[in-house]
């Protein structure tokens, strides 16, 4: 059975709330990231709890669109690259290091992001999907694989900045501007190679898995709002970025707390297993 056979559409499209067209151009492909990045939360539960999330559509479906959970990076675009091929999209899976709050050479770290290259017929270049970056500066919407241009989406700014490079291929970073200091920020750095299944498979296991990955060691939560606020959680520390750029955090106080604010703020059915604050 192929993986198309193994996802339903229908309930991914009902899961996002998206009622617009089912076209391969660039207003569906806009209007699905942005229904997707506020409907799914980003969550990392399954490795807080000793297990590598599966990126089967089967088991996608089970737990992003019919369960009440969402996922990271790999689940996410995983889903979304699904939907976009279901609704005609070419799509290519990459692979970035990120560099937010890295110290060094963009090489510093290794390529542990996945996000996606969707080609739309009739736009002059691809563009850069993803909805599965855990930060506030994460796309909402995709942009166009241009360097050198800033694009706003949904009330985010960012552009693309080219790097030094020694290899054959581009190498760009992904830069968000800071709302409240106007300042450029790098996220991640990636090159067009592109990546298969097996490749993500692996990542996905290393990630979820290896006892030095943050992801194994307490639980972080993002969700943007449909107002431009953006609710992060890590371990007890609640954080809301408001729409100007400021920002205000609290901990949690006991498990119990914690526990309802992830069912109440970010719509997660908290699996057996899992401590919230550690």
């Known amino acids: ?43 990392n539960l399954d490795p807080v709890r000793g ?40 799509v290519t899976p990459l692979a970035g290091r990120v560099v937010l709050g890295a110290e060094g050479e963009p090489g510093s770290r290794p390529r542990t992001h996945a996000m996606l290259r969707v080609e739309v017929a009739g736009e002059p270049w691809p563009y850069l999907a993803d909805v599965g970056f855990g930060a506030v500066g994460a796309l909402l919407q995709p942009v166009p694989l241009v360097a050198g241009t800033e694009y706003e989406g949904a009330g985010r700014r960012h552009r693309l900045a080219p790097l030094p490079h020694e290899g054959p291929l581009e190498l760009w970073e992904l830069q968000a501007r800071d709302r409240r200091t106007g ?61 100007d750029g400021t920002v205000t955090s609290r901990d949690l106080a006991n498990e119990t707390e914690a526990r309802q604010l992830v069912e109440e703020l970010f719509g997660i059915a908290v699996p057996a297993g899992v401590t919230l604050l550690g």
Request: hydrophobic fraction near 40%; proline fraction near 8%; include cysteine.
């Open 1 to 43: 059975m192929s993986d198309q056979e193994r996802y339903d559409l229908d309930a991914y499209l009902d899961r996002i709330g998206w009622k617009g067209e089912r076209r391969a151009d660039l207003a569906t492909l806009r209007g699905v990231h942005l229904a997707h990045s506020l409907a799914l939360p980003f969550e």
């Open 51 to 90: 297990s590598a999330p599966s990126l089967d559509p089967a088991d996608l479906m089970a737990k992003m669109v019919r369960g009440r959970r969402g996922g990271y990076c790999y689940e996410h675009n995983a889903l979304l690259r699904l939907a976009l091929e279901a609704l005609g999209f070419r």
């Open 183 to 243: 300042e450029w920020t790098g996220q991640y750095a990636f090159t067009q190679e592109p990546f298969s299944a097996p490749d993500l498979e692996v990542f996905n296991w290393f990630v979820a898995t290896h006892p030095r990955s943050p992801f194994t060691r307490r639980p972080y939560l993002q969700r943007p709002l449909p107002d431009g606020r953006h609710l992060s959680l890590a371990g007890p520390l609640l954080t809301e970025t408001h729409t």
